[in-house]
Structure formats: C-alpha cells, structure tokens
C-alpha cells in the first residue's frame, strides 16, 4: 500500500520510522526540539532530539564521536553549504576514520541538508554541491528526486554504517508524491531507469529529473525515445545502469544542476568515455549550470541552470551529429 | 570529590610509563632518521609526565583522543608498544594495520580513540564520546589532549560551549608547551592562561606544571572523580616543555634551546625520580630496574615490527566503506 506524502514529509516519515525502530538514532541540529510540545519531542524525548547551537563543526564532531560509541546520530543542517563550515568533520575526520583505524572503527552517521535553493536565494544558498563530496572516499552521497526515494534512501541511510550526505533539493520540499507504507529501503547504488527509450539517454539527478523528463515528453512528440536514468545515490554511483543504456542507444546527454567542473556529469563523463566508448554514436553533451556563482536577478538565474529548452537543444545535437569514427 | 593520593606503588608505575613513552620515542627519532619509520613525526620528549599522569587514571571504557604528538597518550593508555612500533613502521600488524601511522594512531581496545593530523580536529568528536556516555548513562568519561594552539581555532570554543550547556562528562587536557607549532602563544592571542579561555563558560579549570606529575595527578583525579560522578566538564591546562622541534627534522630556530642544567630540573622523569626516592616511595635499583625493563621492551617492539609483513595493497580499498 502506499500514500501520497510532499516530499519534505516523506523524509520525516522515514526518520521517525527509524527512531522508532531502533533507539540509538539520534536527531539534533539547529532550531528544532525548541519546545516540549513539537512532535520529535514528544515522542523520542529530549536526550534523543536535541537543538543545537549554530556551531556546525560541534554538531558533525560530535556526531562522529556518537557515532564511534555506537549511536547513529542523523544532523540536521538545513543548507548543505552549512556543511561548508565544518569541512574538516565533513571530508577529514568522519569519513577517514575507518581507513587510518585499518577498520577497526566504523562511523554511522547521517548529515541531511537542503540544497539547490534556485528560487532566488542567490551565491550561498543554492550549491548543487554533490560531487564536492562524491569525491570523498569513504562518504555515501545521496540525492533523492522522487518522494518515495526520499524516504527509502533516508531510511537506508540511518542503517548504513557509513558517513551519509544525504542532500534534498529544496525545489522538491513540497512536490507530492507516492510513497509505500510502513518499513521502505531503497538499496544504495542501483540506479532508476525513470522513463525507457531507444534513441538517447538522460541521466539526470535531484530536481533536473522532473526537467528531463518534461524534455523526454516534448522529443517524443518529435519522434525521439529518450531514455531518462536516475542515479539516486552519487556515491556509490551505478554506472552499469548508466553502460548498458548507452550501449543500447549510443547517445548520451547528462543533465546537472551542479556548476559543469564541480558536478557529478563530469565524473560520469569520464566513465563512460573509458569504458563505453565504443557505443558512443556521438560525443557526450553536458548541460550543467555555468561555472559562475548563482545569480540573484531572476533572468540571470535562469541562463545560468539548466532547463528543459536547454536538454531538448542539447538532445537534438546529440542526435544530428556526426557518428564518432572509434 | 576524595582523590587517592600518590603512592608507591602508583608513582613507580607513573615512572615506568614515563620511561617507556621516552624511550619508544627516542628510538622512533632513530628510526626515523634511518627512515625504518616514514613520514611526519612528532615526538612528546619533555611531556610525558601529563600523559602518564592522566591516562593511568583511566579505564578501557573512557575514551581518549589527541592530536598529532599522541605516542605517549597513547601508550600511557595501554597501546601496547610492538603494536604501536609496527604501526609507525607501516606494518600489517600495526594498531591499525599501518594505514593510520604516526597522526591517527586508534586503539579501540583500550579506549584510545584516536589521534588526529588537524589540531584540535577531534576536539569535538570527544565530545561526541562523552555525549554518548551520558546516554547510556554510565559512569565512563571523555579525555581529550590538544595543545595551546587548539584553543585559538572553533572547534574548541564551539565544543567548550556545548559541553558546558549540556554538562556533559568531558575532560579537556591542555598540554600548554608555549609554541603552536613554530609561533609562541603571545603572537596568538592575549589571553596567556588557556585556562582563562574557558571562564566566561563557567567550567571548572586549574592550570598545573605539567611537568610534577604528581601535581597532574592529584588535579587530574579530582576532575575525573566529579565526571565519574555526572559532573563536567572540566579544563586542565598543564604547562609542559617539549625538548625536540615540532615535528623530527625541525631545525627549530624560533626558540632558544633549554640550558642542560635546566632542563635536568624540569625533566618529568628525573623529578619524579628525584622525588619519589626522597619520599621513600620506591627505592633507586627499583626506578633503575623499569628503566631498563622499558628499554628492553622497546627494543623487542623495534625487532617485532621489523619482522613483521607490510600489509597486503588491496588492504586499504577493502577500509573505504564499512560493510552495513
């Protein structure tokens, strides 16, 4: 059975699942747990749900220590740049624990933020800055595009037992939609195929897959079948799924809101250049956001990210170019 | 809070640790000019007295972290040496497999929980130990070593905050050697005490020489018996010496090199030596006899980690993830 939940509720829902199932899930982070009377609160008590200061590398650190003890502390940072802050807990402490201990410690942590914000909240509100930590070894990055992922990728990601960036794109926070009842897990690494087709295909992460997918509809009234791929996590990121759609239409446009130098179109780029190369029919075609800081002024917001117009365009050149010569 | 006050037998082992850690670092300072141990090495020569003092204190169920100078914490803790040695030759069977080294030594048997190569860097992961404590609700602490130059940095103020907000059962050790790395502290800040830092937050503090042992020793107990018994946190700020550079192979041109007379007086070891037989604590062939003992078990930590294998290179692939 399942119901339909917005997006940001689908999240709750798995959180307070897991809080239930298991007792040493924590939850803290900034302005929540301010009162008695709010809902995590109230059912999990205030040792478990805790409000913060602003003090991002307290919180992540002191996750990791939780963590090490054996609690799987969930921090609440609501801005992925607040991460940003704490870049050495982030990149330098949590995820490398593991590694220099020779295994000997394991760090089950969630940190769960909001990215993406394009709704004119301007330079430092509105980083796709998945692939920053993709790069990390040791970090999960997940990025969930539909409700049902949001909980099942977040549910998943409390019972890992590895650092999560778990990053929701602020422009789905309200978007609605199905979401199974009760225990749901979505496995890490296994990507979505989100729509099937024959000509050409779209991997596309976050909220730019409601956007490919809008693309996919308008070439298929032209005639064209796109295929749209979902990664759902970035690390570990599925790139057989990604191999064997491209080995079955030799095509491939990748779709990122993430600034083209820092995004997870790049890296999935280079895989395919090595390991798929004799599929291609015609070079990759990237459309990302500019490698500029996100603009305030709605006009200029808008030329920097990516759109539906601009994967169409970027579809049809795939398309109408000449057959790479392996 | 009664503290047990030093005795004889307690002195004679603060005494043998102190040898030990001395000794294994010593011979680490050797090996690595030979270059059997590689990479960047920071040695505690001249500190030894506040790791003793401290971590004898200790049980395997309080967790204990500390930077990049964490030799001595760690074997004050109980790492045992051949393990230790192993690991800074880069071995399979060193603590950690020769994938952490000298930085990011962990011994989770004994509740060493980790060094770190970002001062002050697991200043707040402590605190997620001792967050964790009050949770499960038992008596264990959290222990964390850094130097005067952590205090100046976030981290520390951040966790201070927190600390003291929740009341939580940490104990922060300041090995206040008077050089962040190459800088005196009063090219840093204007507060000299590290101990003054902590005031606005109400945390209970004192600032000892670090270097009379028994002195940490009965601060430190004090401490440890209030956040044994749900009290915390505390700040001990012990001022120490450190005889070697910042790291081996420091030339160390920004400080005058201590008198030999001089640091003859301030020696942890030699004090406590000097003390501890005028006390009648322990007699001289008995401080004699650990010295030579911890000798022989460094020399015996060199021939194991010399015989034994470097680990396998797809070793650390299999460390990227923990299997869920």
Same mark, same amino acid.
Do not use: C, M, N
């Given at each position: 059975m399942a119901h339909e939940l917005p997006f940001i509720a689908a999240i709750d829902e798995a959180i307070r699942l897991e809080m239930e199932r298991d007792d040493t899930v924590l939850y803290f982070g900034q302005n929540m747990a301010t009162t008695e009377n709010e809902p995590y609160v109230d059912a999990f008590g205030k040792d478990r749900v805790r409000v913060t200061p602003i003090s991002e590398t307290a919180e992540i650190g002191m996750a990791i220590g939780a963590a090490l003890a054996g609690f799987r502390p969930v921090v609440e940072l609501y801005m992925a740049e607040f991460m940003l802050v704490a870049m050495d807990q982030v990149i330098n402490e949590a995820p490398r624990f593991r590694a220099m201990s020779g295994g000997q410690v394991k760090v089950p942590l969630v940190l769960k933020a909001g990215f993406g914000f394009t709704a004119g909240w301007a330079g430092q509100h509105t980083g796709t800055i998945g692939a920053l930590f993709m790069g990390v070894p040791g970090l999960k990055v997940v990025m969930p595009s539909t409700a049902a992922d949001a909980k099942g990728l977040m549910a998943t990601a409390i019972r890992d037992d590895n650092p999560v960036v778990y990053l929701h794109h602020y422009l789905l926070t309200l978007e609605h939609g199905e979401v199974p009842d009760g225990e749901y897990l979505v496995p890490f690494g296994q990507a979505a195929i989100r729509r099937e087709g024959s000509d050409v295909t779209i991997v596309a992460t976050g909220w730019t897959v409601d956007r490919a997918l809008?693309?996919?509809?308008?070439?298929?009234?032209?005639g064209i079948q796109a295929e749209v791929i979902d990664p759902r996590t970035l690390a570990p990121l599925d790139?057989?799924?990604?191999?064997? *759609?491209? $080995?079955?239409?030799? !095509?491939?446009?990748?779709? $990122?809101?993430?600034? !083209?130098?820092? *995004?997870?179109s790049t890296v999935i780029a280079g895989e395919v250049a090595e390991h798929g190369f004799s599929s291609l029919k015609a070079p990759i075609v990237q459309v990302t956001a500019l490698d500029a800081t996100m603009p305030y002024s709605q006009p200029l917001e808008a030329w920097v990210l990516p759109d539906e117009d601009k994967i169409v365009a970027a579809v049809q050149q795939v398309l109408g170019s000449a057959p790479v010569t392996a | 809070m009664p503290v047990p006050p030093l005795d004889g037998e307690q002195a004679l082992r603060l005494l043998a640790t102190m040898w030990r850690i001395r000794l294994f670092e010593e011979q680490v300072g050797l090996l690595a000019r030979a270059d059997e141990v590689h990479g960047l090495i920071h040695l505690s020569v001249g500190q030894e007295g506040v790791a003793a003092a401290v971590c004898l204190q200790l049980r395997d169920d309080d967790a204990v972290y500390s930077g990049h100078r964490a030799h001595g914490h760690a074997i004050a803790k109980g790492a045992p040496l051949e393990r230790l040695m192993a690991e800074l030759m880069g071995r399979d069977s060193g603590l950690c497999r020769g994938l952490g080294g000298s930085m990011h030594v962990v011994d989770v048997e004994h509740g060493f929980m980790g060094a770190t190569g970002v001062v002050g860097g697991n200043i707040p992961i402590a605190l997620g130990s001792a967050l964790a404590a009050r949770l499960r609700g038992d008596d264990s602490v959290a222990v964390v070593f850094f130097g005067d130059g952590a205090v100046q940095a976030g981290h520390f103020n951040e966790t201070v905050n927190l600390a003291s907000l929740w009341g939580l059962p940490l104990i922060l050790v300041c090995e206040n050697n008077g050089f962040a790395e190459f800088t005196p502290r009063s090219a840093h800040t204007n507060v000299e005490r590290v101990s003054d830092v902590v005031a606005p937050y109400e945390v209970e503090r004192d600032t000892v020489d670090g270097n009379d042992v028994a002195a940490v020793w009965e601060a430190f107990g004090r401490y440890l018996a209030s956040a044994r018994g749900g009290s915390g946190p505390f700040l001990l700020e012990c001022l120490t010496h450190r005889l070697r550079g910042h790291y081996e192979g420091d030339p160390g %041109?920004?400080?005058? =090199?201590? =008198?030999? =007379?001089?640091?003859?007086? %301030?020696?942890? +070891?030699?004090?406590?030596?000097?003390?501890? +037989? =005028?006390?009648?604590?322990?007699a001289e062939d008995a401080a004699a006899a650990v010295e030579s003992e911890a000798a022989e078990a460094v020399e015996q930590a060199v021939r194991f980690g010399r015989r034994s294998p470097f680990p396998p290179v797809g070793l650390i692939e299999e460390m990227v993830y923990a299997d869920a």
């Open positions: 809008g693309a996919a509809e308008r070439l298929a009234a032209e790139t057989q799924t990604i191999l064997e *759609s491209v $080995d079955k239409t030799g !095509r491939l446009v990748l779709v $990122d809101q993430a600034t !083209r130098h820092a *995004s997870v | %041109k920004y400080r005058e =090199a201590l =008198a030999a =007379a001089d640091w003859q007086e %301030k020696d942890p +070891i030699l004090r406590l030596q000097r003390h501890g +037989i =005028a006390q009648g604590w322990f």
